[in-house]
């Protein structure tokens, strides 16, 4: 089991996550959604350490979590410039030699040989996401992994992290599109003004969207409607 | 073209107007400098010595524009107002080469900027990616930067071994590969990268310092060898070259890795940093390069802690 205990991050004065408690089952893909702002990705900084809280909050298996446990796929990814493809993989390549880059880099159409600025948004998301699976660690955190990847790249994805957890691997993932992520966790927790609102089951899924969109609907037609006359 | 250079100005007047000690400083800095060049303007050869800096520092600005993108979509051919920017920079001098009747340095400072302005901007080739190896880099920063600058510093190189029979000069023109170095501490990697090393801050700070210094030495390795054989009376100064290189390197890992944010471009001071890299071509300065140096470092990896405290255990 991963255990978030009592994580509180506040930045300045505001309070980004506020005494947020999860419990999170290992093996398995646990999605995180919620709305712009609502803290999605601090939580995450939060879990690889990238602000500082204490390592306390965090447990696997009843011992502290460590950086050197996690593999995290930020949201924006940076590059050198200069750098091709094939430069950025080798870098994680020399601490896990089992990896083998041209398969990889072929199931995502890559062109290894081309300097990186060349690339796509989608293709710079493919590639910093080959540069995480390399690093075979037991946490694996996606923060928006399917923004600018097309269709086969998404089923890509789907079909890797399914996988991956047969390997025994942990996934956490964020989304803004709903149904990426409905067709693969195992669970999604819904974090809203800091704290997890509810933490929902395959089953409830579908009641999941259905509400989303029914308070979508309601928040946004009148507002866009009045906008448009 | 005149809009363009006006939006320009402003944003310099607004810069200097918020925070106006270091730009009194920048401004001080720059009239001491015309004074000294005005000083040295009737001397032979220094004033030969005086345009070339000048041109180069010219074609480092027109060959790092991060504008020309922009410039391009707002008129038909930038290049008009990239001339009217280096002769702008260039007026000093011309009107320094009229009082002191030097016709021939008029013409170079008249057409150079013009030259400079259509010389296409070098795209680093994946050809070069063998040579590159060849040098044993394995840091994605320095293989970043010997592909931007790999003409460049070949040509540097070339110079610096060929001017070896002349005292110091060469050793200044190696010296001056170092502030291109500064180049590839300008941006910082994410932490997966830095993870990816498994060591601690101590150790991760001192390997990157130990590349930066060994590439310098690779680089410089024909000057360093052929100096002293060509000036025996002054060989001692060739030891000059890798121990200031090292200072400036130090300098320049530690200033990057002080304030180390993942994801972020550099954000040291980039006035200090300036005078601190001044050091390692114009000695007066050195004792600034120096004492960042030593600052710095010290800084580096008290901040890289934050993210190594795994293997700093």
Same mark, same amino acid.
């Given at each position: 089991m991963f255990i978030i205990n009592n994580l509180t991050v506040k930045y300045n004065k505001k309070v980004v996550l506020n005494d947020l408690s999860l419990k999170l089952d290992l093996f398995s893909i646990s999605g995180i959604i919620g709305y712009n702002g609502a803290g999605k990705t601090t939580l995450l900084n939060a879990i690889y350490g990238?602000?500082?809280?204490?390592? =306390?909050?965090f447990i696997l298996n009843n011992k502290r979590l460590e950086r050197s446990d996690i593999a995290y796929l930020e949201a924006s990814n940076f590059f050198y410039s200069n750098i091709t493809g094939r430069d950025y993989l080798k870098l994680f390549h020399r601490k896990n030699? =089992?990896?083998n880059i041209e398969l990889w880099s072929s199931i995502f159409n890559l062109?290894?040989?081309?300097?990186?600025?060349?690339? =796509?948004t989608g293709m710079k998301k493919k590639l910093a996401l080959l540069g995480i699976l390399s690093m075979d660690k037991q946490i694996i955190i996606l923060d928006e992994?399917?923004?600018?990847?097309?269709i086969e790249s998404v089923m890509a994805l789907q079909i890797i992290c399914k996988k991956l957890i047969e390997q025994k691997k942990t996934i956490i993932i964020t989304s803004h599109i709903i149904e990426s992520l409905t067709t693969i966790c195992d669970s999604i927790s819904v974090l809203k003004d800091g704290v997890i609102e509810s933490t929902i089951a395959p089953a409830e899924f579908n009641m999941l969207t259905e509400n989303i969109t029914g308070e979508m609907n309601v928040k946004y037609s009148m507002l866009i409607d009045e906008a448009m006359r | 073209m005149l809009s363009i250079i006006e939006l320009k100005f402003r944003r310099f007047y607004r810069d200097l107007i918020n925070s106006p000690i270091e730009y009194s400083i920048v401004g001080i800095l720059i009239m001491s400098g015309l004074a000294f060049v005005y000083n040295q303007f009737d001397k032979y050869p220094n004033t030969y010595i005086i345009s070339g800096i000048i041109i180069y520092i010219i074609y480092m600005i027109h060959s790092q524009r991060r504008d020309i993108a922009f410039c391009r979509l707002m008129m038909k051919s930038p290049q008009k107002l990239f001339i009217a920017e280096y002769m702008l920079i260039c007026l000093p001098f011309i009107i320094f080469s009229l009082i002191f009747n030097k016709y021939q340095i008029l013409l170079i400072y008249s057409i150079s900027p013009i030259v400079i302005a259509f010389i296409p901007r070098f795209s680093p080739s994946i050809f070069l990616q063998r040579h590159i190896y060849l040098f044993g880099v394995k840091s994605p920063e320095l293989v970043s930067f010997l592909r931007k600058y790999y003409w460049l510093i070949l040509l540097l190189s070339i110079v610096s071994v060929t001017l070896c029979?002349?005292?110091v000069i060469s050793i200044f023109i190696l010296l001056s590969i170092v502030i291109i170095m500064? @180049?590839? @501490?300008?941006e910082y990697e994410p932490l997966n990268i830095i993870l990816l090393e498994e060591v601690n801050s101590n150790r991760f700070i001192n390997n990157k310092i130990n590349e930066g210094f060994l590439l310098f030495v690779k680089l410089g390795l024909p000057t360093l060898i052929l100096y002293p054989i060509f000036n025996r009376d002054t060989w001692y100064l060739v030891l000059i070259a890798p121990i200031v290189a090292y200072i400036s390197i130090v300098m320049l890992v530690g200033a990057k890795y002080m304030s180390y944010k993942p994801n972020n471009r550099a954000t040291s001071s980039s006035v200090i940093l300036g005078f601190g890299l001044m050091g390692t071509i114009i000695p007066i300065f050195l004792p600034i390069t120096i004492v960042l140096a030593l600052l710095y470092n010290s800084s580096a990896k008290e901040n890289l802690k934050k993210y190594l405290h795994v293997y700093n255990k």
């Open positions: 990238l602000i500082e809280v204490p390592r =306390s909050c030699r =089992s990896f062109p290894l040989d081309k300097f990186i600025e060349t690339y =796509s992994p399917f923004n600018g990847l097309d | 029979f002349i005292r500064s @180049y590839s @501490y300008t």
